[in-house]
């Protein structure tokens, strides 16, 4: 049998070897053969430890392979190789080694054994993504990139020093199971909370995502959230602080959704409300619940690379991100494929029954009713309805079909579909979104445990498609009200926002006070330094008080005369004689 290859390794040596690749043709094979590749090696790879080495006295294990770790692989593969599609007309070859290096950090941090590589890669994936959001190229994005990768340094600080406490206090480097509670745990957790963008850890995913390239943006959405989740599926199942946090999350995401009006960022949102799902299953911690979150995660890479595309083509012939600036356009007669392809993500986003939100999500919500959790149960419920009214309703009304408000003078846009390399990519991410959907065994039999849900249960889609009735009806009730407004919401990243300004503001103050000081010091010492070049003349000027300008100091001209110095020593002596024989 043919031995495996690392396919992180892949994905690392291919973005060093695109740039130099000869010809555009060739880089833009190779772009698409990676990831190509690397879903090839997963496929024959067998379960088993891979890779382990001895390093000083610990043991370092790149590649620890089970199903688990194999689902996330094959999304993440199947993901890499859909956006490299929809990038191709894309000449910035560093954007592209930018994103293969995410992909393949993303994989190393799937497949790492022991937290020390799992730190190695956390960090390369916090460094290589950043330069995606960087390549939006504005001054939004050069500013959101900055406070992207301060957030998650400081996550990796914590990662590391919680790794470095836990090894002392187990012994071991395996990454596995761990017992909540000690600091180390907590460290760890925090930093696993902060990249799956658990509230109030998570404005820098609004914050970032939508200031990426309309291609960039794409590769964002599906690695970094998600290998947060794989983590915390492995480290942390069954805990029930995540329960609450997850529930929660899931609606938070909605509220700010309702009160978006740039595209990107109510779906970048609605990744927050997405993960929700995933982080209480993770909580939920029983075997469908735990089935729940990874086919979620799953099904959530697909559709949600789906609606960023669909959303990132609209930006790249029109120019317009804000459902303002694109209401009165009529852009469903100029883009009726890319309209009707995002709205089979729309559909699998808001669990429409045979797409593959509704296999996945409708999980994680019936392993909260298995287990008793009435609250949880309607929390999850609650953002179920929040995500189609606006995921599915709101941003394609707005964006394809809105009107304009009253008095507003409309532009002409002249839009037409996207490039077909973007319509390819779209149309396979969309053909993957109904077959899951239609056929879920094909994903049931890559989760980690057997899978006894039946989605299609007669009780099941009478309930969805119930919920959905009446939302669809509520939103073209009240649509008038539902459209976007060219508004800021505040969120908390306010508060590092200003914080930091106030930090700034405190050094510059206490930078102003250092100068002063360092220049009444400096002067001073001048001053010394000039008194001291010629010390009598300063001291007769410090006496008469006078100004003065002392010269060099001159010895023949100040020195004294010998003579005085000599029957000045000879008093003294005298002096000192006299009292002696006195005694």
Not at 258 to 270: C, F, S, T
Not at 371 to 382: A, D, K, N, V, W
Request: glycine share 8%.
């Amino acid at each position: 049998m043919i031995s495996p290859v690392h396919p992180a390794l892949i994905f690392i040596l291919g973005a060093l070897l695109l740039p130099v690749a000869p010809g555009r043709r060739a880089k833009q094979v190779l772009l698409l053969l990676i990831p190509l590749t690397a879903l090839a090696d997963l496929l024959i790879m067998p379960q088993g430890t891979y890779w382990s080495y001895k390093f000083l006295s610990y043991q370092l294990t790149f590649a620890r392979v089970d199903k688990l770790s194999l689902c996330f692989g094959y999304a993440f593969a199947v993901v890499a190789f859909l956006s490299a599609l929809y990038a191709l007309h894309v000449k910035q070859y560093g954007q592209h080694s930018a994103t293969l290096l995410t992909v393949g950090s993303t994989l190393g941090i799937v497949f790492a054994g022991d937290v020390f590589t799992l730190f190695a890669f956390w960090e390369l994936l916090a460094v290589s993504s950043v330069f995606v959001v960087w390549y939006g190229r504005s001054r939004q994005a050069y500013d959101a990139g900055f406070r992207y990768l301060l957030v998650h340094l400081f996550g990796g600080a914590l990662l590391l020093a919680g790794v470095a406490m836990h090894v002392l206090e187990t012994g071991s480097t395996e990454f596995t199971k761990m017992d909540y509670g000690s600091l180390s745990s907590i460290l760890i957790l925090i930093s696993f909370l902060i990249n799956a963008a658990v509230p109030p850890l998570h404005a820098w995913l609004s914050d970032a995502y939508p200031e990426a390239s309309p291609t960039g943006s794409v590769f964002l959405t599906a690695f970094t959230t998600k290998s947060a989740v794989y983590v915390l599926i492995r480290a942390f199942p069954g805990m029930e602080a995540l329960i609450w946090l997850g529930a929660i999350m899931a609606v938070y995401g909605i509220v700010y959704a309702v009160l978006e009006n740039d595209i990107r960022r109510l779906l970048a949102y609605h990744i927050i409300s997405q993960v929700g799902y995933m982080v209480c299953g993770v909580g939920l911690g029983s075997e469908m619940a735990l089935n729940g979150s990874t086919a979620h995660a799953f099904s959530h890479i697909l559709y949600k690379a789906l609606l960023f595309m669909g959303v990132g083509a609209v930006i790249e012939v029109t120019g317009r991100g804000k459902m303002t600036e694109l209401q009165g356009r009529n852009l469903y007669r100029r883009m009726p494929v890319c309209l009707t392809l995002y709205m089979i993500g729309g559909f699998s986003i808001s669990s429409v029954p045979f797409f593959n939100g509704f296999i996945s999500k409708n999980m994680v919500v019936a392993a909260a009713s298995e287990l008793s959790r009435p609250t949880i149960h309607m929390l999850l419920h609650l953002a179920s309805i929040g995500t189609f009214l606006h995921t599915g309703l709101k941003l394609p009304y707005g964006t394809w079909f809105g009107q304009p408000r009253p008095g507003e003078q409309v532009d002409r846009v002249d839009a037409k579909e996207p490039p077909l390399n973007m319509l390819l990519a779209m149309g396979l991410a969309a053909f993957l979104c109904i077959l899951t959907g239609v056929y879920p065994k094909l994903l049931y039999d890559l989760l980690p445990y057997p899978v006894t849900y039946t989605p299609f249960a007669a009780y099941g889609i009478v309930g969805a498609v119930q919920l959905l009735t009446f939302t669809a009806v509520a939103f073209f009730l009240f649509r008038a009200k539902l459209g976007g407004e060219p508004t800021i919401s505040l969120d908390t990243d306010w508060f590092y926002r200003k914080g930091g300004s106030f930090f700034f503001r405190v050094c510059g103050t206490l930078s102003d006070v250092r100068s002063t000081l360092q220049g009444s010091a400096a002067r001073l010492v001048q001053r010394i330094t000039t008194m001291s070049a010629n010390p009598v003349q300063s001291l007769r000027g410090v006496i008469g008080a006078k100004a003065f300008n002392p010269l060099p100091y001159d010895a023949d001209t100040y020195r004294q005369q010998i003579g005085s110095g000599v029957m000045i020593a000879l008093v003294a002596f005298s002096f000192l004689c006299l009292v002696f024989l006195l005694r």
